[in-house]
Structures are given as structure tokens and as C-alpha cells.
């Protein structure tokens, strides 16, 4: 029982490249998120899928996109990436509740 | 609007006590969540208010008081390994249990 689990874990692009992060979870659950978080920040909600085939936006979805690709699966694309986003991004899971379960994490620096 | 409000750090001495407040103002409140987050690592939940009153899980206890939109987290019988940040969180409500984060409290532990 692995729980989330996010690849990759760091990544380095440069400025106008793309790429997709992913995220899986093995707890059945309905509820899946990204988020961001930066140095005194917080964590930021960037997408959401509250059950497969449905994805809503959170506080800041500008520049990305997501897919639910199945009830285990939620990706964050990254079009065309920026220095405003390096960050670190979690993806977590949940069901329908107030606890989340996160990812480790992916640390993405862009140049 | 939205907002979260947390201490940015707070010291304290092994084998004491520490509270940590988070006054919020916020619609659609469901409740209050406490999540803890070490160096490098990603959030771990610790605790959930929906209902006012105190909350206790071993060393840590949580409080809510909606009428104040007031909240807090209480370490009792404090450890080096308490040592992280801890983040209140505010349940909006609706199926996906969608969270907003403050920007933490960094708690240092000292011998």
C-alpha cells in the first residue's frame, strides 16, 4: 500500500519547455488535488477532481492544465513553463473529506 | 475574500507546551484542519474541527470556536521531532472537502 505517489521527484526545465507531472493513489479514493507551495506561502490549490472524469480550478490554475485519467490517476500539465513556477507541487487524495493524504512531492525549477 | 491567519514561528523547550492559533474569515466554513509538515517532507494530517470544542489526539489537542472564527492547536509535552511547520486549513465544504491553507507556523523545539 503505497498511498500518492508522484513522479518525478525533481525535475529542471527551462524557460517555454513542457511537461507533465503525475500523480497516483491506491486508497480508492474519489477526491484527488494539486497544489503548489513556495517559501512562506503556504500550499495553494491548483486544480481539483472531486470524482473521476471531473476536474474544477482552484486559487491558481493559470498556466496549467490536468487530466483525470482514471479514479487512481490526475496529472498536471505544464504547457509551457515559467520561472513564476518553480515550486513545489503535492498531489493528494481524499475521500470527501477533511483529510488529505499527500504526495512527496515534486521539487520543478525553471530556468 | 479569504484569509488564514498563523504566528510565522514560535520556540518553545522540550517538555513544554505550545499553542498555536489560526483566526480565519472565510465563506462556506465546514471546519478546521491541522496539518503538520517536517523539513523537506510532505503535510501530514493531524486533526479536524467541525464542531466547537476540543479535540484531543495524544500529545495534541485542536479547538474551534465558529462564533469567533478562531481555532488552535495544542502540543503538549513537547519533543525535538515536534519540530516543523503546522498549517491550519479551512474545509469549504461541498463533496470534494476543497482546503485553504495558511501560510504555517515554523515551530522550533529546543533541548
Known amino acids: 500500500n503505497a498511498g500518492v505517489t508522484q513522479t518525478p521527484k525533481f525535475q529542471v526545465l527551462k524557460t517555454g519547455q513542457s511537461m507533465t507531472l503525475q500523480c497516483a493513489q491506491d486508497m480508492n479514493h474519489n477526491s484527488m488535488y494539486w497544489y503548489r507551495q513556495d517559501p512562506g506561502m503556504g500550499l495553494r490549490l491548483i486544480y481539483y477532481s472531486a470524482s473521476e472524469g471531473t476536474t474544477d480550478k482552484g486559487e491558481v490554475p493559470n498556466g496549467y492544465n490536468v487530466s483525470r485519467l482514471n479514479k487512481r490517476e490526475f496529472s498536471l500539465r505544464l504547457e509551457s513553463a515559467a520561472p513564476s513556477q518553480t515550486s513545489v507541487y503535492f498531489c493528494a487524495s481524499s475521500e470527501a473529506g477533511a483529510r488529505q493524504y499527500f504526495g512527496p512531492g515534486t521539487r520543478l525549477t525553471v530556468l | 475574500g479569504q484569509s488564514l491567519e498563523q504566528p510565522s514561528e514560535v520556540t518553545a523547550v522540550e517538555g513544554a507546551i505550545v499553542q498555536i492559533n489560526c483566526t480565519y474569515q472565510?465563506?462556506?466554513?465546514?471546519?478546521l484542519s491541522w496539518y503538520q509538515q517536517h523539513d523537506g517532507g510532505a503535510p501530514t494530517f493531524l486533526s479536524y474541527n467541525a464542531l466547537d470544542g476540543l479535540e484531543e489526539t495524544g500529545r495534541f489537542s485542536s479547538f474551534l470556536s465558529r462564533s469567533d472564527s478562531y481555532g488552535y492547536l495544542l502540543l503538549q509535552e513537547l519533543q525535538m521531532k515536534d519540530s516543523a511547520s503546522y498549517f491550519c486549513?479551512?474545509?469549504?465544504?461541498?463533496?470534494?472537502?476543497?482546503?485553504?491553507f495558511g501560510k504555517g507556523t515554523k515551530l522550533s523545539v529546543k533541548p
Open positions: 472565510t465563506s462556506g466554513f465546514y471546519g
Open positions: 486549513a479551512v474545509r469549504r465544504g461541498g463533496s470534494q472537502g476543497n482546503l485553504i
